[in-house]
């Protein structure tokens, strides 16, 4: 059975930042500001927590929610469906869950 997701939206993002902001020191900023190697311009939460960087965007309407290593080595990503889910991932991120199974970046 297919279950409807609804396309997510930067407003989704501020949101997610409004109710985390003033709880976890985390950076709302675009990443364009990030030199990443980013394709898309868009709004970004960035966390840092236990040597581990924690980042959220929106792009073409799905959430894309990554972890990587301060280094910026090896990384993760996934896609949270709904808003609460987005908050969680960041809640337990910064309240200390780190093992997320990372793989190395691919250099160019």
């Known amino acids: 059975m297919f279950t409807y997701i609804p396309?997510?939206?930067e407003q989704d993002i501020f949101n997610v930042y409004e109710q985390l902001k003033?709880?976890?020191d985390l950076v709302l900023t675009t990443t364009s500001k990030l030199d990443e190697g980013f394709t898309v311009d868009c709004p970004i939460?960035?966390?840092k927590a236990h040597e581990q960087i924690i980042e959220l965007y929106e792009c073409?309407?799905?959430f894309v929610m990554g972890v990587m290593d301060v280094e910026k080595t090896k990384?993760?990503?996934w896609h949270p469906y709904e808003i609460n889910d987005a908050v969680n991932d960041i809640v337990e991120f910064m309240g200390g869950k780190s093992d997320y199974k990372m793989y190395p970046f691919k250099k160019n």
Request: charged share 25%.
């Open 7 to 9: 396309e997510k939206t």
């Open 22 to 24: 003033n709880k976890y």
């Open 45 to 47: 939460i960035v966390g």
């Open 60 to 62: 073409d309407g799905m």
């Open 75 to 77: 990384g993760t990503h």
